[in-house]
């Protein structure tokens, strides 16, 4: 059934190779190929294109092309919501896609409906329909990706019964076929003594070929396929680990555009020793990593220039301006990690788009879920405005109320609020969010009922009614934490838990201000691991609204001339990615930091008439407030009277209110209130407007309606916030310990640590060498084989009365052998320093050389070094300098950072 294939392509860069074995590290010199340096990966700023959603007097049609690329995303998103909710419609969209595109085959949309099913959790759906099985006999229409997906079912059991003989079969096929995974599978197997029947090629050949899958063609993922390669030779996993052809790697992937890979050159020439150190070549990969975006921050800058491989002046000339002016608030900044495009958008909105026709012929979709048409209806409401397009947007906000959606019912039962003079209309929006509550269980209709109470019925406030709903809403944790920026950053756990926590909470829930700044507080952390950070800029990353909630609080939180630059900067870059809906807030950002400036001053007026063109209050309030000295508000009111009647916001509206016949005031201010935030500002806004329009009752009602919430104007006034009231006399919050306790008590095995850490510390005031005892035995009893070494680790840092009574209790030399014999290496390293540590004689120090010999031997860097130290300094075993020195070298290959300036006293010492 398989057919052997000719296996030119994996082998395009004629590697060098050396005698292999199986089941040890391979030793192969697989060298990259030899090309001119060119910038494949490097993507310069992307070409300035339009925006769909906001670009003015577009006349694109929706091709297949773009149907394709909607379809695939509501496929992916959907799929990743709630698969299992949305499964007939998923299903009609990938047979929808089978139709349009020429390029999804039949085998494709089988390889989607089995995805699909195992998101959904449909496994006996999947059995039945034998869709794994139906492609047993398809074969041949198969890619290698695809291949190996069926291999993994196959060996695993997955919709089908399991064929570990078939399974194997289609990854030799796949190999044959060039795929980088297969051909790492088989090596892998290779090296546990596991063979694939009918793959005859030698191990080294088969890493060849894995390596020449992964390196692939020379497009814009080279650089980051070759670090994998590198990679492979820095771990050591599927080969002898080489230093040498990782630089080798690293320096093909810099030549080839990659920044990162500059960098790696530059640290491997500044970590290493003096053999294998190169200034010439450092300074050349320093050029390359700056010039391809690189922030070199002040720590590194310090150790470029005390290595001497690059004098002071050098450097400020290669960094240029970036250098002084890169002075982030942060040494773990977020912003490298965003991935920002380019958007432009015109003066003016439009009425259409791509979108707004595709979602248009979606939802004549049989199996369109409620879903569809809210998102249509906001499409509506933004491209058309919020009341030139409300009668359109109130037709589908009622069929996606009828097909059960949960979201597009809440925002009907908001747009009813316009009409509140009609009981009728109240009465169906109290019924509506009621149900919103009760069948979809969600939090924020809460606070529409108290809203509704509190300020948008005619006889608000309604206290009887509202406080109910406010009470449940407090109580659901939804409402975001109102904080400063700068006490965002000043939150301490051991004095503000609770509002961390909620915090926190309410980002994992993907709450964009949350996220904006629990995202903060992550970079803000000196010791904020890579991954959080990298995590967290995902986050960000997701929504434009948060993405400028974030920018927001860097302007904020900059407190140099040289911070406001790069925040000013990165806010620019932002508005770029995210288009209008940014113009305003960056405009305010602009005339805090430069208004004076004439260009400054055109670019706040662009942004701030781009705004306003689409219905934004504030913006067209600045502007006419920035250019009274010119013309006057009547005028700037004239400018946009069209817009606001067609999408103006509540401060729109309100801005309106001076300049409009009596006739339409009252409409203007329902409209407004349908919008409002049940809150001081808005209400002082409504009462304002009837003052100015000489209604003395109604700007009364208003100022009536402003003394029923939280707090009044005294808390403002006193720069307290309600939150900071409420913890009043509350009592001391739990301190790290009780924190550490409660969490274990709710099965957190981590807390455990964190206890040992806290209590066998007796630099900490909450050091207890009593409860330490008990929590480091209790550690020790249930932890498995290889999840010791940590333990043994603290155990060895504590004071002597706690190694003591430990001792009397538990002997941990054994707990660690048996990790150590199970093949852990961090079990080995900690056997190998306790009995260093508790050594009597020479016996015990050359059994403890063993043990760190054998931590070495699996790549423990800190085994590396301190067997280096042992041989160094005869502890167990007669001097060896030339022993030691290796392993030294070794460990600083890893990057061990006293491995070099001990290798070098060695040297010295022995005259090598």
């Keep these: 059934m398989f057919r052997p294939l000719i296996l030119t392509a994996a082998l395009a860069f004629a590697p060098v190779i050396s005698q292999a074995q199986a089941n040890t590290r391979l030793s192969l010199d697989f060298l990259p190929p030899m090309l001119e340096p060119q910038d494949v990966c490097f993507a310069a700023p992307a070409t300035a294109g339009p925006d769909d959603l906001s670009v003015g007097g577009s006349t694109q049609e929706l091709s297949d092309a773009d149907r394709i690329g909607y379809l695939r995303r509501d496929i992916r998103t959907y799929t990743n919501e709630d698969a299992n909710g949305f499964y007939p419609f998923i299903e009609a969209l990938i047979a929808r896609r089978t139709q349009i595109d020429e390029t999804f085959t039949e085998v494709d949309a089988i390889f989607a409906r089995i995805e699909l099913m195992l998101r959904a959790g449909r496994i006996d759906q999947l059995v039945s329909e034998g869709l794994v099985n139906s492609l047993r006999d398809r074969v041949d229409d198969l890619d290698n990706s695809q291949q190996m997906a069926l291999a993994r079912h196959f060996s695993d059991g997955t919709g089908v019964v399991a064929d570990q003989a078939f399974a194997q079969e289609l990854i030799r096929e796949a190999a044959y076929g060039g795929n980088a995974t297969a051909l790492l599978n088989i090596a892998r197997l290779a090296q546990e003594g596991v063979l694939i029947e009918g793959w005859d090629a030698p191990l080294d050949l088969t890493i060849t070929m894995a390596f020449g899958g992964i390196l ?77 975006g690189v922030a070199i921050d002040e720590v590194a800058a310090e150790a470029l220039v005390s290595s001497g491989a690059i004098l002071q002046d050098e450097l400020t000339r290669i960094l240029g301006f970036n250098y002084p002016q890169d002075q982030r608030r942060t040494r773990s900044a977020i912003g490298p990690f965003l991935q920002l495009a380019v958007n432009i958008d015109a003066t003016e909105a439009n009425e259409g788009g791509l979108l707004l026709q595709y979602l248009g012929e979606i939802v004549q979709m049989p199996e369109a879920p409620g879903r569809i048409f809210n998102r249509l209806a906001g499409e509506v409401l933004v491209r058309k405005g919020r009341w030139a397009g409300e009668a359109d947007a109130l037709t589908l906000l009622e069929e996606a109320t009828a097909r059960g959606d949960g979201p597009g019912q809440r925002r009907l039962a908001r747009m009813l609020v316009r009409y509140r003079d009609d009981p009728a209309q109240i009465a169906r929006a109290d019924g509506l969010l009621s149900d919103v509550v009760s069948r979809f269980a969600m939090p924020d209709a ?48 051991d004095r503000a838990p609770e509002t961390i926590a909620q915090i926190q909470s309410l980002a994992l829930g993907n709450r964009a201000q949350m996220v904006a700044s629990h995202a903060q507080r992550v970079q803000s952390d000196p010791f904020a691991a890579e991954a959080a950070l990298r995590y967290w800029a995902g986050v960000v990353n997701q929504s434009d609204q948060t993405l400028e909630a974030f920018a927001e609080l860097e302007f904020e939180l900059a407190t140099t001339p040289a911070q406001r630059d790069l925040a000013i900067e990165f806010f620019r870059r932002v508005y770029l990615n995210n288009g209008v809906t940014t113009a305003l807030d960056l405009a305010i950002a602009l005339v805090e930091y430069d208004a004076r400036d004439p260009k400054v001053a055109a670019e706040i007026v662009n942004l701030l008439t781009m705004a306003g063109n689409r219905g934004e209050g504030a913006a067209i309030r600045l502007l006419s407030r920035l250019q009274a000295d010119t013309r006057s508000e009547a005028t700037v009111f004239a400018e946009f009277a069209d817009k606001i009647e067609a999408r103006g916001d509540f401060l729109a509206l309100m801005f309106a209110i001076p300049h409009i016949k009596a006739e339409k005031v009252d409409d203007y201010v329902d409209r407004a209130v349908s919008l409002m935030s049940c809150g001081t500002k808005d209400a002082a806004e409504l009462g304002d407007a009837y003052a100015i329009r000489g209604d003395d009752q109604m700007s009364h009602h208003w100022r009536e309606v402003g003394l029923h919430f939280d707090g009044g104007h005294v808390l403002s006034k006193l720069r307290l916030t309600n939150l900071q009231m409420r913890s009043f006399d509350g009592g001391v919050a739990p301190d790290p310990v009780a924190r550490a306790t409660l969490a274990l008590a709710e099965g957190d095995r981590g807390a455990l640590v964190r206890l040992i850490r806290l209590t066998s510390n007796a630099e900490l005031p909450t050091y207890d060498a009593e409860a330490a005892v008990e929590h480091l035995v209790t550690a020790l009893q249930t932890s498995t084989a290889d999840a010791a070494a940590p333990l043994a680790a603290l155990y060895r840092a504590a004071p002597e009365e706690i190694r003591r009574d430990v001792d009397l209790r538990i002997d941990i030399a054994t707990v660690l052998q048996q990790g ?21 004689d020479a016996a015990g120090l050359a059994q403890s050389l063993v043990w760190l010999e054998a931590a070495a031997a699996k790549g423990h860097r800190d085994a590396m070094f301190e067997a280096g130290y042992a041989l160094g300094f005869g502890l167990g075993h007669a001097p060896d300098a030339v022993a030691a020195i290796a392993w030294l070298d070794q460990a600083d290959t890893v990057g061990h950072p006293r491995a070099v300036a001990l290798a070098q006293t060695l040297r010295i010492k022995g005259g090598l």
Excluded at 237 to 251: E, K
Excluded at 452 to 475: E, G
Aim: aromatic share 8%; with cysteine.
């Design 446 to 493: 809460l606070r529409d009922l108290d809203t509704l109470y509190r300020c948008q019925v005619n006889d608000a406030p309604r206290l009887d009614v509202a406080a109910p709903w406010a009470r449940a809403y407090a109580a659901s944790g939804r409402a975001n934490v109102q904080v400063s920026a700068t006490d965002l950053l000043a939150l301490s756990p």
């Design 820 to 840: 150590a014999e199970f093949g852990d290496a961090a079990s080995a390293f900690e056997l190998g320093m306790l009995l260093r540590t508790t050594a009597t």
């Design 216 to 292: 692939g063609a020379l497009d814009s993922g080279v650089c980051a396929r070759a670090e994998r390669i590198a990679q492979e030779y820095i771990k050591g996993d599927l080969v002898a680990p080489n230093p040498a052809l990782a630089l080798a790697w690293f320096r093909f992937a810099a030549d080839m555009g990659g920044a990162e890979a500059a960098w790696k050159v530059v640290e491997f020439h500044l970590n290493g020793d003096a053999e294998t150190s190169n200034n010439v070549e450092l300074r050349r990969y320093l050029e390359q990593a700056v010039r391809l």
